[in-house]
C-alpha cells in the first residue's frame, strides 16, 4: 500500500458540524495534547479558587459571633487550594472539635442540635470540594477526547496530492499491455492483501488508512438461477448497501456534492456436464474439453478444458478466469443483459483430501485406491458471477436501474447531478471495469482461492460443504479493496507506481458532454485518509471552546476582587445619589471582601506576630501585609489568640 503524504495544517472536514480541523505531526500533536491538559488542569485549580470565593464570601457575616468550625472552615476555604487537601482539612478539623470520644457517635440518628449542624456543615462544605476533585479526576484524561471533538471523527486526515488523475494506459504495443497487466496485478495482490489483513481483522497498521477499514455487505441466496437453469444449488447475491463517496470512499465534500453507489455480485455453481466432451490423450488419460462460448485468439472450439488427475504435469489447484467478450463471447446461458459476466475454471490436478468433501463446487467422494484419501469427482469445477451497480444522487433520491457498468454510465443525465456530483461519479465507475470478479482473480492463481490455505504437498485436511460460499465471498471482498485502493489512489500515487505507457488524465468523460475538469482538479486535495500513527487530528472548535471557557475561568477567577470591589463602590455611589438618608454618610467598604483579605495566609501570620508584640506592619486590610523592620521568631511561646473582629482589626492596621 502506498506511503500516503499527509496535509498538515488547518483543513476543512464535511463530516463534521463544527468541520475546521487542525492535523499535526504525532510530535507536535502530542505537545498540544500535553499543553491542553496542562491548560485544563491550570483552569480547574482557578475555577476552585472562584468557587472558594463564592463559598467564603457568601457565608461571610462580619460582625456577628460565629464559632471555631465556622472561623476554621472559612479560613481553610480562603488557604487551601487543593479540593482534596480541603476536604481532609475539614474532616481533621472536625475530629478535633467533636473530641474522639464523641466523634465515634457522630453517625449516631440521635445527637445535639451542635452536633448535627457540624454534620451538615462537614457534608455540605466538605462535599461541595469533593464533588469538584471528582470532576478534575474525570477531565483530566479527557483532554485529548475534548480536542478531537468528537473522537470517532477526529481521527482523520487529508491526504496531500501527488501525481493525480485517473489511469490512461497506451496499450498498443505489448511493452505497454505487459505494463498495464502488472500494474493491475500489483493492485490485485494489494487488495488481496488488505482482505486477508483487514477486513476480517484489526491488527495491521495498514488497516487504519483507507477511509472504511471495509465495505459492508450482506449476502443471501436468490431462488432464480440467472445462468439457464445450471446453478447446482441455489445462487447466492452479495450486495453492499449504498456507499457515499464522502463517507465510505473519502471524497471530502458537502452533502450537495455527494453520490451513492451499490455494488452486487450474484454467483452460482454451475453444471455444464451437457457442454463438457471427453477428448483421449493418451494412456488412458482424458482431456474434459468445456464448450460455452469461443474465447478471442484461440484456435480450439473450446472454452476451458481440465485434465484428470492422473495427468504427470498437473500437481494441484489451479484457477482460470474468463469475463465476457473480453475476449470470451458466452454462449446464450451465460450472456446476461444487465450485469457483466465472468467464469471461473477451478482445477483440482492431483489435490486429495483426508475427507469427503460435499461442496458442489469441490466435491470428492471417490476413495483413491485402497488409502484412506479421497479424490475429486470431476477434474474441475465451474462458477459463473455477474456483477451490477447502481447509482444514486441522494439530493434527490434519483436512482439508475441496477446493471452493468456500461448500462449504468449512460443513466448519467438523468440522475441530474451537478458538476462536483459528476465528478464523483466518474471517480466511483472509471475503476469499475477494473475491480469485477473477473479481476479479483486474474493474474492471482491460486492464491486467490482460499482453499489452497488448507493444502500441503497436494494433500487437503478437508473443506466443509459451503467452501464455494466463502471463495465467491473472498472473490467480492477483493473486489471491494480494489474499490477502496483505485478511488484514493485517484488523489494520490507513488511516483514507484508511475510508469512510461501511463499518463494521468482528467479529461475521461468528455463523452458526457459536461466540462468537469477543474470539480476533478479540487477533488485532488480533497480526499480523506484516516489517521495512521504520524499524524494526530484536532477540532478547532474543541479548541476554541477549551481555550474560551478556560481562559474566561482564569481572567474571572484573577479579577473577581476587583470586580466585587468596583461593583460594591458602584453600588454605594447609587444608592447615595438616590437616598436622602444615605447622601450625609460616608462610604462603607466592602466589610466581607475585607474579611476574605485578613484571613489569607499572610495576614495570619501577622495577626500571630502583631499579637505577640512584634513588627510594624503596612498595607495591613490587603491580601499580603508589608512588614517594616525585623522580628524574633516566635520559638517557645504560646499565643492563645482569639477572633477579632473586622472592624478593630482594620483599625488598628490602617492606624
Known amino acids: 500500500m502506498s506511503d500516503y503524504k499527509i496535509h498538515w495544517g488547518l483543513w476543512h472536514n464535511y463530516s463534521l458540524d463544527y468541520s475546521e480541523q ?77 473530641g474522639l470520644e464523641s466523634w465515634k457517635k457522630w453517625w449516631k440518628r440521635r445527637a445535639s442540635p451542635y452536633t448535627t449542624r457540624r454534620k451538615r456543615r462537614l457534608c455540605l462544605f466538605g462535599g461541595l470540594p469533593t464533588f469538584v476533585w471528582l470532576i478534575y479526576t474525570a477531565a483530566g484524561p479527557a483532554s485529548p477526547f475534548l480536542t478531537t471533538h468528537p473522537v470517532y471523527k477526529g481521527n482523520e486526515v487529508l491526504a496531500k496530492s501527488q501525481n493525480c488523475g485517473f489511469e490512461q494506459w497506451n496499450r498498443s504495443t505489448s511493452q505497454g499491455n505487459i505494463a498495464f497487466q502488472k500494474n493491475s496485478l ?40 440467472p445462468f439457464g437453469g445450471r446453478c447446482k444449488v441455489s445462487p447466492i447475491t452479495m450486495e453492499t448497501g449504498w456507499m457515499d463517496s464522502h463517507e465510505d470512499f473519502g471524497m471530502n465534500a458537502p452533502v450537495s456534492d455527494r453520490v451513492q453507489m451499490r ?94 468433501v460435499t461442496d458442489p463446487l469441490f466435491s470428492a467422494t471417490k476413495p483413491l485406491n485402497d488409502t484412506s484419501f479421497f479424490t475429486p469427482d470431476m477434474p474441475a469445477g465451474l462458477v459463473a458471477c455477474i456483477d451490477r451497480y447502481q447509482l444514486q444522487n441522494p439530493s434527490g433520491s434519483i436512482q439508475t436501474t441496477m446493471g452493468s457498468m456500461k448500462q449504468v454510465t449512460g443513466q448519467f443525465q438523468k440522475l441530474n447531478f451537478n458538476n462536483a456530483q459528476m465528478a464523483a461519479a466518474a471517480r466511483f465507475m472509471l ?53 477502496q485502493l483505485r ?74 476582587e476587583v470586580i466585587v470591589d468596583s461593583t460594591w463602590k458602584l453600588f454605594s455611589l447609587v444608592r447615595r445619589a438616590t437616598s436622602s438618608k444615605a447622601k450625609n454618610k460616608k462610604p462603607t467598604s466592602n466589610l466581607r471582601l475585607e474579611q476574605w483579605r485578613l484571613d489569607s495566609v499572610s495576614q495570619l501570620q501577622r495577626r500571630a506576630i502583631q499579637n505577640a508584640g512584634q513588627g510594624s506592619w503596612e498595607r495591613g486590610g490587603d491580601d499580603i501585609p508589608v512588614l517594616r523592620g525585623t522580628v524574633n521568631q516566635l520559638g517557645e511561646e504560646r499565643h492563645e489568640l482569639g477572633y477579632v473582629s473586622v472592624q478593630d482589626e482594620t483599625g488598628d492596621d490602617r492606624s
Open 22 to 98: 487542525l492535523t499535526l505531526p504525532a510530535f507536535v500533536g502530542s505537545i498540544l495534547v500535553a499543553s491542553t491538559s496542562t491548560f485544563i488542569a491550570i483552569a480547574g485549580g482557578q475555577l476552585w479558587s472562584l468557587i472558594a470565593f463564592i463559598v467564603y464570601y457568601c457565608r461571610a457575616n462580619p460582625g456577628e459571633p460565629h464559632d471555631g468550625i465556622h472561623i476554621s472552615q472559612q479560613a481553610l476555604y480562603k488557604n487551601i487550594s487543593s479540593p482534596l487537601g480541603l476536604v481532609w482539612s475539614l474532616i481533621k478539623g472536625n475530629i478535633v472539635y467533636a
Open 186 to 225: 500489483r493492485i490485485a495482490s494489494e487488495a488481496l492483501n488488505y482482505v486477508n489483513s483487514c477486513y476480517n481483522s484489526t491488527d495491521a497498521l495498514s488497516c487504519s488508512v483507507l477511509p472504511r477499514q471495509s465495505l459492508n455487505y450482506a449476502v443471501y441466496q436468490i431462488s432464480d438461477c
Open 263 to 356: 455494488k452486487q455480485a450474484t454467483c452460482a455453481v454451475v453444471d455444464v456436464r451437457d457442454l463438457t466432451t471427453l477428448a483421449s490423450i493418451g494412456n488412458d488419460l482424458f482431456r474434459y474439453e468445456y464448450d460455452l462460448g469461443p474465447v478471442e485468439g484461440l484456435s480450439e472450439n473450446y472454452t476451458a478444458y481440465a485434465i484428470e488427475r492422473q495427468a504427470p504435469d498437473y500437481v494441484g489447484y489451479n484457477i482460470q478466469p474468463y469475463y465476457a467478450f473480453h475476449p470470451w463471447t458466452p454462449i446464450a446461458d451465460f450472456n446476461s443483459s444487465d450485469g457483466d459476466v465472468s467464469l471461473f475454471v477451478i482445477q483440482f490436478g492431483i489435490i486429495k483430501y483426508e475427507s469427503k
Open 431 to 483: 475503476p469499475s471495469s477494473l475491480t469485477e470478479m473477473y479481476n479479483a482473480v486474474n493474474g492471482l492463481g491460486v492464491a486467490a482461492l482460499r482453499a489452497q490455505r488448507n493444502v500441503f504437498s497436494s494433500v487437503s485436511v478437508g473443506l466443509p460443504s459451503d467452501q464455494w460460499l466463502a471463495e465467491a465471498r473472498g472473490w467480492f471482498e477483493t473486489t471491494l479493496a480494489m474499490y
Open 487 to 560: 478511488v484514493v489512489s485517484f488523489a494520490f500515487k507513488d511516483d514507484s507506481q508511475l510508469d512510461p505507457y501511463m499518463r494521468l488524465n482528467l479529461d475521461l468523460l468528455t463523452s458526457q458532454k459536461t466540462n468537469i475538469t477543474s470539480d476533478l482538479e479540487s477533488m485532488c486535495s480533497q480526499q480523506k485518509l484516516r489517521n495512521i500513527a504520524k499524524w494526530q487530528t484536532f477540532s478547532i472548535a474543541g479548541l476554541a471552546i477549551i481555550a474560551g471557557i478556560g481562559g474566561g475561568i482564569i481572567i474571572l477567577s484573577l479579577a473577581v
